[in-house]
């Protein structure tokens, strides 16, 4: 054990990045809440955004989440309307997740997080991006180290 003395919460990254990540989900809620989905189900229609047709799983995976997050909120998705589940025509054992129309148009209506968080954060565009790519670069050593 390390006799180095404990470093104060703000000098730790792993705080810093923790705080900051709930002072987003803090902003978002409210224009979250006026679209209708949790934070959670935002990252699963974003994921669908990027590819449409994915399974539980892949979904899970870009999210680096377990199906058994993601499932429940597949199922509320599914009862707002904004996608539906179906069989695969390729592997019938498994079930893709498909945006429907109003999935669809929710992504045009998404731009004020980004927005917000733009304008709350302080950062140029280029700064945010710059950043992005620092805290993406940081995420994959650590999914690499835990493997």
């Avoid at 989900?25 to 959670?40: C, Q």
Wanted: proline content about 3%.
């Amino acid at each position: 054990m390390s006799d180095a003395p404990t470093l104060p919460l703000d000098s730790q990254l792993c705080f810093s990045i923790y705080s900051a990540s709930i002072a987003i989900n803090r902003l978002y809620k409210p224009m979250l809440d006026a679209l209708g989905v949790t934070y959670t189900q935002y990252l699963v229609l974003s994921t669908l955004w990027e590819k449409d047709g994915l399974t539980i799983s892949a979904i899970a995976d870009r999210l680096n989440l377990e199906p058994s997050t993601i499932t429940p909120a597949v199922k509320r998705l599914e009862a707002a309307g904004f996608l539906s589940r179906l069989r695969s025509t390729v592997d019938e054992r498994l079930v893709e997740v498909h945006l429907s129309a109003i999935g669809r148009d929710l992504r045009v209506k998404t731009g004020c997080l980004t927005d917000s968080l733009l304008e709350h954060s302080g950062f140029t565009v280029a700064e945010m991006i710059d950043l992005n790519e620092k805290v993406r670069k940081l995420r994959d050593g650590m999914h690499g180290a835990v493997k």
